[in-house]
């Protein structure tokens, strides 16, 4: 019976840490998901993990205990938003497209970032996610935190402040990424608006900006939008392909 105290306890830990990644990382943590679907899978994983940790030594202080409980949540936490803030430039430079094109005004529940998205950031958030799992992106992010047992034992008590620049970092190469990925839309729909500006300047009674402006900027914006796709979830993917290899090292950088 006291031998079953520490592989139990070492169950609980690794489920923390499992649970808190499972339950922000993108594909997972989907609105139109079971809601049993994100507990159950990180039962069986934590179940597959845990005879390959060492044991914890419950210590007999509670406190302890619950620290490191905290502790291997934060450290699931950090490593799955690092994914999570990557993952959303697409449906950021999806909404700020949306904005240059006239398509704001249609918005739909987007399941990925459970927010209110134009239909074009729904779009691209759902792209995203199919490559997500096409690529098997899903998988190497469990392997990440399976691996990081291996750095950072089961039970080891210290909050993860480490990794608070490479999430600020991660932060600014979100914001860098979604303008870089709406930079062709952007600028064609600026080429566009010079030129009905132009036009409404040699013509001023046609009023351009009403009678041809909304009409050509949507056209020729959507049309640059769907160009643009596949290179956009090329750039973005490369990206959060990078993102998923550093969890390791987010996770190990002690």
């Known amino acids: 019976m006291d031998g079953l105290v520490p592989l139990l306890l070492t169950f609980v830990l690794v489920f923390a840490r499992v649970a808190s990644l499972t339950a922000v990382v993108p594909v ?14 990180s039962l069986v994983i934590a179940a597959l993990i845990a005879p390959h940790v060492d044991a914890v030594d419950p210590g007999g202080r509670v406190s302890v205990l619950f620290t490191g409980l905290l502790c291997e949540g934060l450290l699931g936490a950090v490593s ?8 959303s430039a697409m449906a950021m430079a999806a909404d700020v497209a949306a904005s240059q094109t006239a398509m704001a ?12 998205e134009s239909t074009l950031g729904t779009l691209a958030s759902l792209l995203a996610g199919a490559c997500f799992v096409g690529l098997g992106l899903h998988d190497r992010v469990l392997i990440a935190v399976a691996r990081s047992f291996e750095i950072v034992p089961a039970g080891v008590i210290g909050a993860p402040t480490h990794a608070t620049p490479q999430l600020i970092a991660l932060v600014e190469a979100t914001l860098q990424l979604g303008v870089e990925l709406a930079t062709p839309v952007v600028a064609v729909v600026w080429l566009v608006n010079l030129f009905v500006a132009l036009l409404a300047r040699l013509a001023p009674r046609m009023n351009a900006f009403f009678a041809i402006g909304t009409t050509l900027t949507g056209s020729v914006g959507m049309l640059m939008f769907a160009v643009s796709i596949p290179w956009m979830l090329t750039v973005h993917t490369a990206a959060v392909r990078d993102v998923v290899d550093a969890v390791v090292g987010l996770l190990g950088a002690r």
């Open 80 to 87: 799955g938003l690092g994914v999570a803030a990557v993952y």
């Open 28 to 41: 997972f943590a989907l609105t139109g998901v079971p809601k049993w679907v994100p507990p159950l899978l």
């Open 105 to 116: 005004f249609s918005t739909m529940f987007d399941p990925f970032t459970r927010a209110q």
